[in-house]
């Protein structure tokens, strides 16, 4: 079977986002003082083949556990669905 994975990969909120922290202050110059707390991640989507869904799911966390996030500093979640 195949599946479709949809990842988010966010810096954990315990550090500071440099590049969210860049774009809340620029939100300012363009006269949008009214949006704060900018945070920037990743998207990531992938096709996966596994005998269930299950399977897949262990393996785009191991994916993510070994390669797409940076454990220290990010955090990630994501959804699984059958791929059409």
Known sequence: MK???SITIMPLKALLDPQ??????????????????VRIGKHITLEI???NK???????????KKLL?????EGYEFE?????
């Open 49 to 51: 083949t596994a005998g």
């Open 69 to 73: 996030a940076n454990p220290i500093m």
């Open 54 to 64: 299950e399977e897949a799911r262990e393996k785009v966390d191991l994916a993510c």
């Open 20 to 37: 969210g922290k860049a774009v809340t202050n620029s939100m300012k110059n363009l006269q949008l003082p009214e949006i704060e707390n």
């Open 3 to 5: 599946f479709a994975a």
């Open 80 to 84: 699984l669905t059958e791929a059409k």
